[in-house]
């Protein structure tokens, strides 16, 4: 049996740390899903990245370079039959998700047959 106490921690990190600094909530990540699954996708994910880094370059004891970056972003996936579609953002804003989401959902109508009905 798998302890759910570490598992909660780490969402709670993560909802730290990713959704909240941008306003986005788990009610956010739901209406994105539900946003591709409303158009028949058999599956879809939500990937959320940060990573900061740091280096500093000395020469005898002296700072002679410096340097700081911060990569960040959102990337969407959906699956329909044997098709995948994908969609990215380094923009974490609900525009942005929802945007990402609505992009990769049309991916479902996509190579289906249907009937229209002519007049």
């Known amino acids: 049996m798998i302890a759910r106490e570490p598992t909660l921690a780490r969402l709670a ?3 730290r740390v ?4 941008f306003g ?3 009610t956010h990540l739901q209406r994105a899903l539900g946003e ?3 158009h028949g996708a058999d599956d879809a994910d939500l990937y959320f990245q940060t990573t900061r880094s740091e280096g500093w370059s000395l020469e005898e004891g002296i700072v002679k370079t410096g340097s700081f970056s911060i990569d960040q972003g959102v990337g969407v996936r959906a699956v329909s039959g044997e098709k ?3 969609a990215y953002s380094d ?3 609900w525009e942005s998700l929802i945007d990402a989401a609505r992009t990769v ?3 479902s109508g996509q190579g289906q047959s ?3 009905r002519a007049r």
Do not use: C, G, N
């Open 13 to 15: 990190e993560a909802e």
């Open 18 to 21: 990713l959704l909240q600094p």
């Open 24 to 26: 986005l909530t788990t």
């Open 36 to 38: 591709i699954m409303s």
């Open 84 to 86: 995948t579609a994908f």
């Open 91 to 93: 923009d974490l804003s």
């Open 105 to 107: 959902r049309a991916i």
């Open 114 to 116: 249907r009937r229209v």
